[in-house]
């Protein structure tokens, strides 16, 4: 049995939930991070030097980094269509995973979902978050038009970079409060990501825990 640690609203978990179901694998979640503690531990400190949440253990292998566990997972378990085995063509498709996790992830988790949602209005700096919302903007730019060449970043399969690009969308679509740029194809591939049964059950997922008070 493989086994997840994490709490189901960390997005960096839902990388890796996403990823097992994805590929068919049998799992189990066990909740800690956030409001469910754990990650400070002796027990989880062996796991995870970081105490951050998500750990993979796999058999005998223990992993963190949710990018790290998913090229892992797809490597071990995917199948052509989600691990490419050329390098050329996996690294066609690793640098957009890339991008999502250095450019897009950050801008908008970091400088607009948090500050608008997790962070109370007084304490709320929305200069920032306007610098934030107009860099979103040409980044969305970006993944809208590379989505005009299928439906998904690999063509008619999902692969391991639509995870790790497909797991912020939820938040990005459903956040209320700022302004989303023109990007019908960015929307289109949101859309087929939400009739799939893994992404419905482990990245659409409510985030109202999250919400500040006051």
Same mark, same amino acid.
């Given at each position: 049995?493989?086994?997840?640690?994490?709490?189901?609203?960390?997005?960096?978990?839902?990388?890796?939930?996403?990823?097992? &179901?994805?590929?068919? %694998? @049998?799992?189990?979640?066990? $909740?800690?991070?956030?409001?469910?503690?754990?990650?400070?531990?002796?027990?989880?400190?062996?796991?995870?030097?970081?105490? !951050?949440?998500?750990? +993979?253990?796999?058999? $005998?292998?223990? *992993?963190?980094?949710?990018? &790290?566990? !998913?090229?892992? !997972?797809? &490597?071990?378990?995917?199948?052509?269509?989600?691990?490419?085995? @050329?390098?050329?063509?996996?690294?066609?498709? @690793?640098?957009?995973?890339?991008?999502?996790?250095?450019?897009?992830?950050?801008?908008?988790?970091?400088?607009?979902?948090?500050?608008?949602?997790?962070? =109370?209005?007084?304490?709320? @700096? *929305?200069?920032?978050?306007?610098?934030?919302?107009?860099? %979103?903007?040409?980044?969305?730019?970006?993944?809208?038009?590379?989505?005009?060449?299928? =439906?998904?970043?690999?063509?008619?399969?999902?692969?391991? &970079?639509?995870?790790?690009?497909?797991?912020?969308?939820?938040?990005?679509?459903?956040?209320?409060?700022?302004?989303?740029?023109?990007? =019908?194809? +960015?929307?289109?591939?949101?859309?087929? +990501?939400?009739?799939?049964?893994?992404?419905?059950?482990?990245? *659409?997922?409510?985030?109202?825990? !999250?919400?500040?008070?006051?």
């Amino acid at each position: 049995m493989i086994t997840l640690w994490g709490r189901a609203t960390s997005a960096n978990v839902q990388i890796a939930a996403w990823a097992l &179901a994805e590929l068919g %694998l @049998d799992f189990e979640r066990r $909740d800690v991070g956030g409001k469910f503690g754990g990650t400070s531990t002796p027990e989880y400190g062996t796991l995870n030097p970081n105490r !951050l949440v998500p750990t +993979l253990q796999d058999g $005998d292998l223990t *992993m963190w980094e949710s990018a &790290a566990i !998913l090229r892992y !997972l797809g &490597a071990r378990y995917g199948a052509e269509s989600f691990w490419p085995a @050329d390098p050329a063509k996996r690294a066609a498709l @690793d640098k957009w995973a890339e991008w999502s996790k250095t450019s897009f992830q950050p801008t908008f988790l970091a400088g607009v979902f948090l500050p608008l949602f997790a962070t =109370p209005q007084a304490k709320r @700096d *929305m200069a920032a978050v306007a610098n934030s919302v107009a860099r %979103l903007k040409s980044l969305t730019g970006i993944i809208n038009s590379r989505l005009s060449d299928g =439906p998904y970043l690999s063509g008619e399969s999902i692969c391991f &970079a639509d995870v790790i690009i497909g797991v912020p969308l939820y938040r990005y679509f459903t956040l209320a409060g700022f302004e989303r740029a023109e990007a =019908p194809n +960015l929307e289109a591939y949101y859309q087929r +990501l939400t009739e799939r049964p893994a992404y419905v059950k482990h990245v *659409m997922v409510s985030y109202e825990s !999250l919400r500040a008070v006051g």
